[in-house]
C-alpha cells in the first residue's frame, strides 16, 4: 500500500514536469538570413511592416502570435486566436496560421536591429525576417493551437 501511494505520487509528479515542459516549449527558431534562404528556398511572397507598429501588434498579446500571409494580405491572430491585425476582408474561423511563440518574434526584433520587419512566404513555410536573421519553424494552427 505504501509504494502504490510513493509510486502514484512520483508518477504524477513526473507527469506534471514532462508535460509543463512539453508545453512551455517556444515554437520557432531563428537562423541567418543566407542560411534560412539556403534551408527554405527563396522568398515566394513577403509584405513589409514598419518594426515600431509590428512591435505595438505583438506586445497586444500574452505568449503566441499567428501570421498569414495569402495574395498579399496579411492578418496576424494573437493568443486564442483573436484578432490583432488584418487588412483582409475576411478570416474564416478555420483558417490555417503560422504560430510562433511571443518570445521567439520578440528576440528576433531584438537581434536584427532594423526598422522593417519582412512577412515571407516560402514553399513551404512561413518566416519572418528582421535584418540578417530570419524566424522558421511555425506550427500550424490550427491543428497545433496550444
Sequence with gaps: MFFSKKFTLLFVL???LCSSLIFSQEVGKIFDKEEA?????PVLESRIM???EFKALIN???DKVM???ENNQISILGDTRNLLYSNSKFIVSNQVFHMYSKSKVLELLNIGKS???TLENRKNVFSITVGDYTLEMSNPCPPFCD
Excluded at 37 to 41: I, T
Design 60 to 62: 497586444l498579446t500574452t
Design 115 to 117: 526598422l522593417i520587419v
Design 50 to 52: 514598419n518594426v515600431d
Design 67 to 69: 501570421f498569414r500571409l
Design 14 to 16: 513526473s507527469f506534471s
Design 37 to 41: 534562404n539556403g534551408l527554405y528556398g
